[in-house]
């Protein structure tokens, strides 16, 4: 697995391949189904993100005193955890690619997918026991689990619905993105043995960066592409409305109401005025300020961490991640 995102920061790469290095030793089973699923899925080309920031938070103060294998493989769990839920996402959305490569399910079916994802999850807590099992992070571990299949579920109750709030929004990505990368600062922060204060700091820090995260991938899906991207056409199908589109409905439901009302009887056509109408009436425009704004708020945080060369790079690559625009 290549972390092309940060080839530019030889530190962080070398310390992710060393992630990489830990997932690979781990998610070899003699099962030669799950094995080969296993083995596309850590090769497909993810980011790394949640554990670029763990690491970053852990070294914030330039001394680790923790081991650091036992880092590099708290990193590993976060990405592995991050895995399973992919995996199981890609189940329930029937999403026949992910991240530019045919998805597990879509492969080698869904009873091989299903069980992936499930052997990911006994990696995750494999790893949770050998790295933190005297700490409260165990326990914070299992919270963010809750809070991520909460999430989930919350996408999944307010699917097709055309009276879903902004705030029911923010609720689920609370929980889907935002709580994996809060957990990944926060827990960075304290194995990295930083002060009360900063730990606290760097959760909210995730937080932000993983609500303006989601938000921009919306808004990608949206004018990523002058042509309908494949992640609109699978959300709108699926009726999972993200926030240029409920933004959007605000004020032109009329227009809306009679193409969501086919639910999954959308044509793609009808996708593409939806996403026209999305564009020309602001709802990106808006998504994209209300974006800025939790971005923002993340900056401001990072530049209350201590000074070191980890806070310096962290506020570049938050700079990076949350301002991209394809």
Known sequence: MKQHFFHAYPAIDRALNEV???INS?????????NNALQQMASNGGKYLRPAFFLLFADINNKQSEERNQLIKIAASLEILHMATLIHDDIIDDSPKRRGAVSIQSAFGKDTAVYSGDFLFTIFFSLLVETMRTTPYLA?????????LTGELGQMANRFDLNQSLLDYYRNVNGKTAALFSLAAEEGAYFGQTSRRTTALA?????NIGISFQILDDILDYSGDKHL????????????YSLPLLLTLQNHRDELQPLLDKRRQMTIAD?????????QYGGVQEAQQIAEKFTKKAHEEIQALPNSKSKRLL????QKLLTRVN
């Open 229 to 240: 991207n494949k992640p609109v056409l699978e959300d709108l199908a699926t009726g999972v």
């Open 203 to 207: 959760k909210r820090i995730g937080q």
């Open 315 to 318: 506020a570049k690559l938050a």
């Open 26 to 34: 781990r998610i070899t089973i003699n099962n030669s189904s799950l």
């Open 140 to 148: 914070r571990n299992a919270q963010t689990m809750r809070k991520i």
């Open 20 to 22: 990489n290095q830990i």
């Open 271 to 279: 996708m593409e005025k939806v996403q026209r109408l999305v564009i």
